[in-house]
């Protein structure tokens, strides 16, 4: 057996013996679950009903808010507009109210636009306010429209909703919203590399400063190379990693079905929709529900696991290669932190970049460039990758990728040859460089 599996062995048997391991391994995954099932439990529980007051002085708007008492349960209006206006007030700080809606009269309608006061202790909801100017709104425009003797109901009737249809070039029919999904998709994909480099490339980094400070770093360089030291601990960790998320997929999806199941607990964006509620959409949504499965049995599903796995590895290799150079050129994790912020810069930006970029032009110059720079392409390739990318594009980012990943390992051994065996400084950015040198 060769040196390198020697260390990987001893890499992996260290990390999954680890008693923190073992007790993360199987709690995490009670974690998650147990917040997703608080989350929707919390999504079920009705919100309290707010109690607005309105003094409306006009008496044109009152009815048209005490209308919506039993279409809206999250506020409840109240005609209170026979009360003293200065008595309202102090029941707004005194807090009986949630807030007065204040009308005043008004000569002409256009008075109405300015003069209207919402009073509150606290700042209302941008939802709630918007809700409250579409119905003065709308009950001003339709008293200009009478104003005016134009008919109401022929311009409500002459107004027209336009529903475009997606069709493809070949004929078939599409759906709407299949780039969201597609991203949605990706940017799972993308998000799950971004959150094992960070975590186990954290690790690399505890491992390699554990044993520089406990002086066994000395006893191992003397048996084997530097290079061979760092590899060793890059894959041994890698190979931890992959048996712990494999572990957490196995228990989280048991869990989640345990609580649908055996605790009648809904876990998702649907806990808080009525059975009937479900049972008319499903009906109503069959043939759509049907396209779309049809269109994600279209995408490149081989495509996108062959290049999760390969921009996996490539992604991860390539930053552990700098958490293994920051560790050896450590002495704590608190030195540490100002080299880390280089290398999960890129992480985050690879993130924005998809999100904003490539939903909108997949294959645009900013998503193409981002997806071929080492750095970022194994994020925002694979958020491209459901929109179809041609084979020479992934070719010749992945050649890059593992190209970059040999070019830092060959660097990063140099300052980890160095850097290991020195203890009580700090090294400055100028002198892991001239480390370089040696």
Known sequence: MSIISLIIKREFIAKVRNKSFIVMTFLSPLLFVGIAVFVAYLSSMKADTKRIAIHDESGMFVKEFTSQNNKNQAYKYLDLSLIDLKFLKDSITNESYEGLLYIPKANNTKDFESKIQFISNSSPSMSFIENVQDVIASKLTKNNLEKAHLDTLAIKNAQSKVNISLTKASGEESVKGLNEIKIGIGGAFGYLIMMFIIIYGNMVMRSVIEEKTSRIVEIIISSVKPFQLMMGKIIGTSLAGLLQFFIWAII??????????????????????????????????????????????????????????????????????????????????????????PIIMPLMLSVYVGFFTVINDPHGTIAVVFSMIPLTSPIVMLMRIPFGVPLWQIAISVTLLFGSFFFVVWFAAKIYRIGILMYGKKPTWSEMYRWLKY
């Open 252 to 341: 989280g999806m048991s869990l989640m079905f345990a609580a649908s199941v055996f605790f009648g607990v809904n876990v998702g964006p649907t806990a808080s929709v009525s059975p009937e509620l479900m049972h008319t959409a499903q009906q109503e949504m069959t043939g759509t529900a049907q396209m779309y499965i049809k269109e994600l049995w279209n995408l490149p599903i081989a495509s996108i696991l062959v290049g999760f796995v390969i921009y996996f590895i490539g992604g991860y290799f390539l930053y552990s290669s700098f958490y293994a150079a920051i560790g050896a050129a450590v002495d704590n994790q608190t030195d540490s932190q100002q080299f880390l912020l």
